[in-house]
């Protein structure tokens, strides 16, 4: 198998499809039914709920990359970027540019974005829940988009072109979440290449998981929808009119704002890390 796909990632993804879909819906079904709801979540599940439901389809995500892994990529699942190399550093790096990011939305949306602050409404409880339920799904997500998708799609095409090509497809997934529009697919795309960026230069995920949890996680504390997902909120707010500076119902990834922050960091953590292919380049030939 490995001989007849070699160099030939796309084929590969073109295999995955069909058993990622078939997978995923199962153990979803089984969270369903551990849940007791027969067909959608109610417009505003719980967070209990969404961390149920995270967990399963986490399982069936990983269960089909870890098979191709094994039987068709024939590649140990550690390959995909979870080599013990720099984690600490790694992670607090992203974990640090995710809150600074969201803390600057949050001034932004708090002079400009018509919103007003009911209150704060704190639970230790919802806050752990919270940091299991975007931890789950940054680590899922990661692995697959830039772990599997990604990497696959690097053995045939450019570097570069295959990060876009990865992008629309992080975009596309989210294509059917609540109040989705333009602006939001747009931000997707955005988030699909700044995630996927860090992954092109060292192979390593635990940046963009980092960066993909504390993005996702403040977004919800500070009183945002999630890709235009409800969820527990820190920061309580009203929005009193649904524009372009707060997202609206889509929350702060359905914000101009939110495409100007990442086309920053995009193009910031693209020179710094082509700075640091060419030094490489250098010392490599000075050391020859």
Known sequence: MEDVLSNKGWK??????????????????????????ENDLPPSPSVLQSVVLAFFGSIGTLSVILLFM???DERPFIELGFRNQNIYYSAFIGFFMGFIALSF????????????????????SKILLSIILFALIAFTE??????YVLRNLTLSFSPYLALIISAICFSI?????????????????????????????????????????SWNFFQSLFGYNVSGQDSYSLIEFQTLDKNLINGGDFGFEGSIFSVLIQIILIICLTLYYERRRKTSQISSRLGE
């Open 12 to 37: 590969r993804l073109v295999l995955f499809v069909l058993p990622y879909f078939f997978f995923v819906g199962i153990f979803q079904y089984i969270g369903h039914f551990i849940l007791g709801i």
């Open 173 to 213: 997934m989210h294509g059917f979440n609540p109040s989705i529009n333009l602006i939001g697919l747009v931000n997707l795309f955005l988030a699909g290449l700044l995630l996927g960026i860090p992954y092109l230069f060292n192979k390593n995920l635990w940046f963009p998981i980092s960066l993909h949890f």
């Open 70 to 72: 094994n039987f068709v």
């Open 142 to 147: 990661e692995t697959l988009f830039r772990g």
């Open 105 to 124: 939305g949050l001034l932004i949306t708090l002079e400009y974005g018509h919103i007003q602050i009911d209150g704060i409404n704190f639970s230790g």
